[in-house]
């Protein structure tokens, strides 16, 4: 059979970097894009944010490939905009700016309450298409043939915003906090029940919540991961779309299904916890 990797949310930054380090290991890939894409990869029109489209983009990969994907990044972000204070927190924080487009400050700084329910809406709505992208993942998890050669993964491209200290303050980004939270949530839920069933789901970047089960290489493997400067420190703006691709590449061949956290420095090289 083809391996068969599918990107959501396939930006210029990660996304594609991601894509062309799947497709230089030999994998077919599918990618979102509402474009014709460069060759060798293969678009799907799809939108993030809406479950209906999500189960419909699934369908068009297996059609277009042959086979329901193995390999699996969801990396959506609502597209919001936020203000030049926003993004000047974003910096103070550490946090990637590529962030400030999934943020909608309080109109009241300090205030949860006046962050826009609009929001709010278009994080719950990412929530609801990952939560609909992990069950084709499944359901393609399971149609493929039996064996442990093939990998079977689920990576949720996330944020460190669940580790952000106490000193800062959560509710300036409580949007994007929820859509993040509530991911990896789904994600330590898949892991622990179909670890064995041979698939492997991930959140990339950061949370407490660990969890180990002792498999094969084809059992359940989240990461939920972090790229970090070589000093341990958060990579901030010093993040890099090549790392992340190595870093994805690196967990999904690796024999030992590892921690579900993942930390890894600028070249993608896996760090210990």
């Known amino acids: 059979m083809s391996l068969v990797a599918f990107i959501l949310g396939a930006g210029t930054h990660v996304g594609l970097v991601v894509a062309n380090r799947f497709k230089q290991k030999g994998y077919r890939v599918a990618i979102e894009s509402r474009k014709p894409i460069q060759e060798g990869l293969v678009a799907i029109n799809v939108d993030v944010s809406n479950t209906d489209s999500i189960t419909k983009a699934f369908a068009e990969v297996k059609e277009k490939l042959g086979f329901a994907p193995n390999v699996i990044i969801f990396n959506g972000l609502p597209r919001l905009i936020t203000s030049d204070r926003g993004i000047s927190q974003l910096a103070h924080y550490h946090l990637p700016l590529h962030s400030a487009y999934a943020l909608t400050f309080p109109t009241v700084p300090g205030d949860p309450s006046t962050v826009e329910l609009s929001a709010i809406k278009a994080s719950i709505d990412i929530t609801a298409a990952l939560y609909a992208s992990m ?22 491209a996330g944020d460190m915003l669940p580790l952000l200290p106490r000193d800062v303050p959560l509710s300036a980004y409580l949007n994007l906090r929820l859509q993040m939270v509530d991911g990896a949530y789904l994600v330590e839920i898949f892991y622990i029940a179909h670890a064995k069933e041979g698939s492997r789901y991930g959140f990339l970047h950061s949370l407490r919540i660990r969890c180990s089960l002792t498999c094969s290489r084809s059992c359940g493997r989240f990461h939920y991961g972090n790229e970090s400067k070589p000093d341990g420190s958060p990579a901030g703006e010093d993040w890099s779309g090549t790392a992340h691709a190595a870093a994805y590449w690196n967990a999904i061949s690796r024999e030992e299904r590892g921690d579900w956290y993942l930390k890894f420095g600028p070249g993608g090289e896996l760090l210990p916890q």
């Open 135 to 156: 069950q084709q993942a499944v359901a393609g998890f399971r149609s493929l043939p039996a064996g442990n050669s093939v990998p079977r993964t689920f990576i949720f």
